[in-house]
């Protein structure tokens, strides 16, 4: 996985929201080995840390070629913006293209 950067939030004492949309996600299905692909998006309010882009845009890319769930896929990427960041609230959204008729969102939160 590629490391995700941080930078000083420059209004700490202020909650806003950020919100980071990644529209051309993509990994592979561990059961079949085809592509999937889909929408992150990142809304969180930072505390003392947020997130650096150049870096998060590498992250996204390293699952390129990861065999995952959409579940771990999005429970991993919130687990590791929470530890790189220390945001006071995150919640990560997959939004995944349809594959068989179904079209599936994954959504999990997190707060201090």
């Known amino acids: 996985m590629a490391e995700l950067e941080t930078f000083d939030n420059p209004h700490p004492q202020r ?3 950020i ?3 990644a529209p051309e996600f993509t990994s592979v299905c561990p059961k079949t080995g085809q592509p999937d692909f889909g929408t992150i998006t990142i809304d969180y309010v930072a505390d003392a840390a947020c997130i650096e882009l150049k870096s998060l845009k590498l992250y996204l890319q390293s699952y390129r070629n990861e065999g995952v769930f959409y579940e771990d896929i999005v429970n ?3 687990n590791d913006l929470v ?3 220390s945001p006071r609230r995150m919640t990560v959204t997959g939004e ?3 594959r068989g008729g179904m ?3 994954v ?3 997190h707060t201090s």
């Open 103 to 105: 079209h599936s969102i």
């Open 76 to 78: 991993r990427i919130l």
């Open 96 to 98: 995944f293209t349809p």
């Open 19 to 21: 919100t980071h949309v």
């Open 15 to 17: 909650d806003y929201t």
């Open 83 to 85: 530890a790189a960041a």
């Open 107 to 109: 959504r999990a939160e």
